[in-house]
């Protein structure tokens, strides 16, 4: 069992949680919709992260709908003390499995409801509002009325701590005028690093900086020099691929998405995978490599 100790902790709201996580979103049906093919099998992937000590656990009451929180509430519940689940809300599914924006205040007041249920929660540990203004990427535009709605179901306790995700530099500087934001959650890997002046912001404010798609999501991460660094470190391309997201920043904590125990066990054990700083150099240049493969 690989000893993400190793890997090291960051301040997530009140708590610091292991910066090696698990992210839930693969554990529902084929495009996040619907129950998992397997469901014994996405039991045993949560059961078995928790027993390598991850406590930061991402997910989603959307992912399914309600599947992922379901399974996580099976597998898991009653919840070790120093698990965070992290959860996010602003979409609801249509009946073809689209991603329909969702954030009136009714909307995301039942969000956070449905997600207290389905998890078997009294509050919940941190919530980030997803801005659906750009479903694929951030965008600008004033996240000021969800945002209010989420500090107000703090104010009742329903929510420890809040976030964001899918948001701009400008919208994290207005949010931190509404509430405290404890973590941002955007697209950032090896091959996508629009994020990179944000990231160092963040850690210089003690502010957890979550990156999905971690390994490229649906279009995994691919490249000559990543695998190259793969074979000469005896490891795979996506724990190279993850072991540079350790090295890239401190506030950086990685929630990889997987619903195979041994993709979970190739994860894990990046917490032993030291990157040579000749090889860190050479991943760094992937951002701007045209040949790399940009998810
Ligand atoms: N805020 C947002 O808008 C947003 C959007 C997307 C995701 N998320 C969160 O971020 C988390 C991570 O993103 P993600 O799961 O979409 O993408 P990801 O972690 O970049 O990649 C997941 C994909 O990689 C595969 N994989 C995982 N480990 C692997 C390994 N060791 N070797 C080869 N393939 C491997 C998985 O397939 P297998 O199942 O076969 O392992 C899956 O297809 C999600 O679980 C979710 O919690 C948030």
Known sequence: ?????????FKLGDRNVRRLGYGAMQLAGPGVFGPPKDRDAALAVLREAVACGVNHIDTSDFYGPHVTNQIIREALHPYPGDLVIVTKISARRGDDGSWIPAFSREELTSAVHDNLRHLGLDVLDVVNLRSMLGIHGPVEGSLEAPLTVLADLQRQGLVRHIGLSNVTPKQIADGRKICEIV???????LAHRDDDALIDALARDGIAYVPYFPLGGFSPLQSATLSEVATRLRATPMQVALAWLLRRAPNILLIPGTSSLAHLRENLAVADLVLPDDALARLDRIGSDPATSRP
């Open 1 to 9: 069992m690989p000893n993400i100790d190793k890997s090291g902790t």
């Open 183 to 189: 973590c941002v959650q955007n697209h950032y890997n």
